[in-house]
Structure formats: C-alpha cells, structure tokens
C-alpha cells in the first residue's frame, strides 16, 4: 500500500524592505510588469529613491494617462525630487 505525502504548502516570504514589497504587490497583481519593475529595481538610485519611484509607479497604474506608468518617468522623477 502507497503512502501518500501530502504537498507542503508554498509559504510566502515577507519582503523585508519597503521596496521590495512594493515590487512584490505589483508583481502579485500584475506579472506582466516584471520588465517595469527591475527597470525600477535596477536604476542607479539609492534605496529610498527607488522606493519613491516605486510609489510613483504604482500610482500611474490606475490611470492610462499617467506619465508615471513609465518607469523610466517614475525614475526621473524620483532623482529630481531627491535633488530638492
């Protein structure tokens, strides 16, 4: 007689920084911005603009007319506001 072995659950891992939960809460919704979010991920920001333009991302999603649904936009953005 077989033994079955019952599957463990996948447990998910809790970001452990703002960033990448923002990331992880993009992603879980929408996968198909994974290219947008390493954009995002891989700017030459420090970690708190890439946080900033994480938000501003996130924020342009709702609206089709949004420049901030460009990363590279949501980026810029990001170093200017860090530059004040």
Do not use: C, Y
């Not at 998910?12 to 703002?18: A, G, L």
């Not at 809460?25 to 996968?31: G, H, N, T, V």
């Amino acid at each position: 007689m077989a033994v079955s072995r019952a599957k463990a659950k996948k447990v998910e891992e809790v970001p452990d920084t703002e960033l990448k939960a923002l990331a992880a809460d993009i992603l879980r919704d929408r996968a198909e911005l994974k290219p947008s979010v390493d954009i995002v991920l891989n700017s030459d920001l420090d970690e708190d603009g890439k946080t900033l333009a994480m938000k501003l991302f996130q924020g342009g999603l709702d609206d089709p007319w949004d420049a901030m649904r460009n990363p590279n936009k949501a980026v810029e953005a990001a170093r200017l506001q860090q530059a004040h």
